[in-house]
């Protein structure tokens, strides 16, 4: 069974989806969906992309699983035909629209059952605007967001949204205050138009120098002392928070968070990590959850310096929480019963749908990490987020008391549990604050990582928790990427 154990600046959202388009060759008569086997592959990621000429669709073209570059293919636009020119394999643009694609590749030897040339589907990318929501909604008092909360210095700004009982006000209508001074500042303004032509005069934040501010607002008799505002600037170019092709739709494709207490000194750890290692290859269960596998067993080469363990009280391995906030299981050493109340577990969180999606983008700079996430709010509440960066492949001899299988190579394994509770010794995520249902809101992690990890082996767990009405938070959705340069889409049931 399943025991409950702990109880313990509105922005817009976009995201960017992959498309792929697998084919054996023109006129072949094998199978066309691009599973694998399929000798010619072409995919773009993101294929929703911003209209402001930087945000990139990149295209990766194969022949038999090997890449090919621009001079080995031509690019067509599929409307009319005509060649495009794509000499980095990459899509960019200023114009909003849909733009449509296809490949073809010139086999240059076919052997036996190969085609002379290739063509593939048809490849859409969408490119769309980035918009300042300025339209009315139904949120009651004075509220405030920002259209972003990390910019780059001498690069990008930070608008301010200002509303009263959900009608925009302009600037100069309240005065803005330094959260740390509690002096009233004066912001330079930009005009910003409604989709029903109304303008509005807002104020922005911009800094030539890194630095993180923050805000709060004053109107009237009301103000936002309670949930100022916080803008981080820095001097490394920030990736481009990604498009969201479906703003009206707030059910998300939901992800259980798993994580596995576990060490190479734990002799019936292997009891728990056989029955998730099924899961994972069951198709059933693989795509509900994700999993972090912390080494927190005395004396552990792969334990890593962020003490989730002990901020759960948890002394003993194996261990298993759902969401960081359920007990799945702990000290049971029989394979069948674990695997019976891990299922079991998946079941009972998948009945409560994610109150939240997730999507992101990343950039790698030597061993900084930085990763713009995105969390869209389903329902109103206060949320928090969380980037855990994993590692796979590791080799270590594991204690094994007569589990049958090879346990000696260790993935998913915790590096850094970047969610650590300002002030607090809970990593249960920073605080993003209070999403109304629809609002989205972005949070920048720079992370370090360790120039002895192997980056190629490493990826990240993204998760949002959410405050019960008894004031705890749970996770309430999670999601992984590919790698630690992939992209991850915003996605919907």
Known sequence: MIARMFGKALLLAAVGFSTVSCLKGAGADDDN??????????TVAPSAIAADGKDAAVFDVRFKGNPLTSADVVFYNADDNSVVEMPDMRFTTTEPGDYRFYVTYVNPAPEEGEEAEYKSDVLLVSAVNETINVEPN?????????????????????????????????AGDYDIYDNDTNRKVTLPTTAVTSETGIEYTLPYYSSSVAETRSFWISYKTSNTIANPLTVTCVNTAIPVRPVDPQPDNLSFRHRVMISQFTGLGCGYCPFVIA???????????????TLAAIHSYPGDPFGP??????????????????????????????????????????????????????????????????????????????YRVGAW???????????????????????????RADSKVEGSNSYLGHNIGLLNAGDSADYLFTINLDSSWNKDNCNLLLFVSVQNEKGSYYVTNSAETESLTSSLAMEYE
Request: hydrophobic share 40%.
């Open 138 to 170: 139904d949120q009651t008092g004075l509220t405030s967001a920002l259209s972003t909360t990390v910019v780059q210095a001498d690069v990008d700004r930070a608008v301010f949204v200002v509303r009263f009982d959900g009608q925009v006000l302009n």
């Open 389 to 415: 960066v994993l590692e796979d492949g590791l080799t270590g001899k594991q204690t094994n008391y007569g589990m049958e299988g090879e346990f000696n190579t260790h993935n998913h394994v915790l590096r």
């Open 275 to 289: 029955p998730l290692d099924a899961m994972l290859a069951d198709e059933n269960y693989a795509p509900r959850f």
């Open 33 to 42: 969906s691009g599973g694998q086997g399929s000798i010619f592959s072409v």
């Open 305 to 382: 310096s962020d003490d989730v363990a002990g901020s759960f009280g948890i002394t003993g391995a194996p261990y298993v929480l759902y969401d960081m906030y359920y007990t799945v299981l702990g000290g049971s050493y029989n394979y069948a019963t674990n695997l019976k109340y891990l299922q079991e577990g998946i079941e009972d969180m998948m009945a409560n749908p994610a109150k939240a999606g997730i999507a992101a983008r990343t950039a790698l700079d030597g061993n900084t990490l930085i990763v713009r996430m995105v969390v869209k709010a389903g329902e109103t509440g206060k």
